[in-house]
T-cell receptor, first 112, second 111 residues
Framework: DAGVIQSPRHEVTEMGQEVTLRCKPI?????LFWYRQTMMRGLELLIY????????DSGMPEDRFSAKMPNASFSTLKIQPSEPRDSAVYFC??????????FGPGTRLTVT | GESVGLHLPTLSVQEGDNSIINCAYS??????FIWYKQESGKGPQFIID?????DKRQGQRVTVLLNKTVKHLSLQIAATQPGDSAVYFC??????????FGAGTRLTVKP
C-alpha cells in the first residue's frame, strides 16, 4: 500500500486566495483526520470523519475552513479566503477500527 | 517582535545509551495511548501503543510504561541510534475517540 497520499506537498499562495488540500486515505480505513502543525501550537486536530461522516469539527478554527469527504477514498480541506496565519503543515491521517492513525507526508502551506 | 513558539523539551543522549522520554497526560478517563516519532519533514509515525489496563508493553528496542496513578507515560529506547533522532509525541485517547497529542520531545543522538 502506498500509505496516505496528500497533495500538493507544498503550496504557496497569496492571502485572500482559496486553498484546497487533498488526501487519499489508506484503502479499507474508515476514519480520516485532518491536523495542523505549527511551531506555536504544535499538532492540532481540526476535524475527523468516520465512514465519510464528520464526527467532530470543533477544532476547525473558523468558517474559512471547511472539509469534505465525498467518498471513502478522498477528502479535501479548503481554506477560503486564506490568511498568513494559516501558514502551517497540514497532515491527513487515516485509521481502521484500532486507534492507530497513519499519517501522510503533509502539505506545507505558506500564505504570503 | 520576537515570536514565541512551543519550547519543546529536549533530550540529548550518546549513541548506544538508553533514552527515556516522559509524557504527562491530561485525562484519567483516557483508555489508550500511543507514542509517535516524527522525523524532520515527515508525518508522525506509530512506534508503540498501550491500553490503560496494562502498565508495560515492549517492542523492538522500545518499551512503554504507563502509571495511571500519576497519569504518566514513558518511552524507553534501548541502545539509542542516530536514526532515533526525532521529535517524539505521546497521544492519549479520551473515549469515545478524541485523540489528543502532547507537545513532543526532541531527541538528539550524539555519535
Amino acid at each position: 500500500d502506498a500509505g496516505v497520499i496528500q497533495s500538493p506537498r507544498h503550496e504557496v499562495t497569496e492571502m485572500g486566495q482559496e486553498v484546497t488540500l487533498r488526501c487519499k486515505p489508506i484503502s479499507g480505513h474508515n476514519s480520516l483526520f485532518w491536523y495542523r502543525q505549527t511551531m506555536m501550537r504544535g499538532l492540532e486536530l481540526l476535524i475527523y470523519f468516520n465512514n465519510n461522516v464528520p464526527i467532530d469539527d470543533s477544532g476547525m478554527p473558523e468558517d474559512r475552513f471547511s472539509a469534505k469527504m465525498p467518498n471513502a477514498s478522498f477528502s479535501t480541506l479548503k481554506i477560503q479566503p486564506s490568511e498568513p496565519r494559516d501558514s502551517a503543515v497540514y497532515f491527513c491521517a487515516s485509521g481502521d477500527s484500532s486507534y492507530e492513525q497513519y499519517f501522510g507526508p503533509g502539505t506545507r502551506l505558506t500564505v504570503t | 517582535g520576537e515570536s514565541v513558539g512551543l519550547h519543546l523539551p529536549t533530550l540529548s543522549v550518546q549513541e548506544g545509551d538508553n533514552s527515556i522520554i516522559n509524557c504527562a497526560y491530561s485525562n484519567s478517563a483516557s483508555d489508550y495511548f500511543i507514542w509517535y516519532k516524527q522525523e524532520s519533514g515527515k508525518g508522525p509515525q506509530f512506534i508503540i501503543d498501550i491500553r490503560s489496563n496494562m502498565d508495560k508493553r515492549q517492542g523492538q528496542r522500545v518499551t512503554v510504561l504507563l502509571n495511571k496513578t500519576v497519569k504518566h507515560l514513558s518511552l524507553q529506547i534501548a541502545a539509542t541510534q542516530p536514526g532515533d533522532s526525532a521529535v517524539y509525541f505521546c497521544a492519549e485517547n479520551i473515549p469515545p475517540g478524541d485523540m489528543r497529542f502532547g507537545a513532543g520531545t526532541r531527541l538528539t543522538v550524539k555519535p
